[in-house]
């Protein structure tokens, strides 16, 4: 697959204050990528020294593969951004804010304006000044703005900020559309990482300027999971036990333990089916970890794993 940015040890000093510290990261094409990190962790900084709105103190960047200068101008050009202060002008209605921003650009054609406004939904707004958007629309205005140069690579600072809970949604859809039906590779920054989790592939967890994870949906996934842990004896017995009863989905950790993923299945009757087989418990226990305590116990170093019942 294609990549689309790599950051290699990007860092960035405000004088003796350090907000990036040797990033690395890589976007592929096609990918919805999630930066998530608290207030002041750095995700502005580094979405800016990507667009060029700010220069690194060390580090490189590649855009669609630049190896130069001006390999890295040319890729900014497929580059279409959103971050801080939005573009629209107030007095000015969405589709005259396109027309504004296309000719600026010399991409003037009146069919995509009005395309790119039924895209964004806002199609039927009418004469209505931007200043009297809402944020949701005035966020989708501002993605409008970004995609008149036809961008395959869309990157968004906190584009659902504020946002209420059915803006979230319609958000998040579009931001779908966008990368299914017009290929288009998202990085979006947020500080909740629940508002990414619904749209994004991979993630990037920033904390104090450090990407400290980098995880994939199914990573998550499987680390929002609730299992029960066995730890036994016998681990191959079990197994064949397990089977037998029809729970198959589990994991063999060790020689000596076993993850059971199935939410179906009971402590009480586990130890009923190991027993009935003199298989020996060692320990057994219920466990989960959901994304936002995953979340704060990287930044934290708190982990929010509950153990309900052992022995
Ligand atoms: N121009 C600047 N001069 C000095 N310090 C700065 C400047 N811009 C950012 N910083 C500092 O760098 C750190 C990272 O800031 P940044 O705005 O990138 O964080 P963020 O993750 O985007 O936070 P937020 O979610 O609050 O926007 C912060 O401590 C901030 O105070």
């Known amino acids: 697959m294609e990549t689309i940015l790599e950051l290699k040890n990007i860092s960035k000093k405000f004088k003796q204050q350090i907000a990036l510290d040797n990033v690395n990261l ?4 096609g990918d919805i990528y999630g930066l998530i990190g608290r207030n002041g962790a750095g995700k502005t900084t580094l979405l800016k020294i990507i667009t060029s709105l700010s220069k690194q103190t060390s580090g490189t960047i590649q855009l669609f593969g630049s190896n130069n200068q001006k390999q890295f101008i040319n890729a900014l050009h497929r580059t279409g951004s959103v971050i801080e202060t939005p573009v629209a ?22 069919e995509d304006i009005d395309k790119m406004l039924e ?8 004469k209505k000044k931007s200043k009297h958007f809402s944020l949701g629309m005035k966020q989708k205005l501002g993605i409008a703005i970004a995609l008149l140069s036809k961008p395959d690579f869309l990157i968004l600072d906190e584009p659902i900020n504020g946002l209420d809970p059915i803006a979230i949604v319609e958000f998040r ?11 288009i590779t998202i990085l979006i920054s947020s500080h909740i990482l629940t508002e990414l989790y619904h749209v994004a592939n991979r ?3 920033l904390n104090q300027g450090t990407l400290i994870e980098e995880l994939s949906k199914e990573e998550f996934e499987a680390l929002s999971r609730h299992m029960i842990t066995l730890q036994i004896e016998d681990t191959a017995k079990t197994s064949q036990l397990l089977e037998q009863y029809s729970i198959n989905d589990f994991k063999v950790i060790s020689g000596s333990e076993i993850n059971i993923y199935d939410e179906t299945v009971e402590v009480s009757q586990l130890v009923r089916l190991l027993s009935d087989e003199n298989i020996k418990i060692n ?4 466990s989960g970890v959901d994304l936002e305590s995953h979340f704060k116990s990287l930044v934290d170093g708190e982990y929010n794993q509950t153990q309900m019942e052992g022995f």
């Open 26 to 29: 890589t976007i592929k094409k």
């Open 89 to 110: 002008y107030d007095n000015l209605s969405a589709k005259e804010n396109l027309i504004y921003y296309s000719k600026l650009r010399g991409v003037v054609d009146n």
């Open 119 to 126: 895209l964004v939904d806002l199609a039927n707004v009418g």
């Open 173 to 183: 859809e579009l931001l779908k559309k966008l990368n299914k039906e017009l290929n």
């Open 203 to 205: 993630f990037g967890i």
């Open 283 to 286: 320990g057994i226990y219920k």
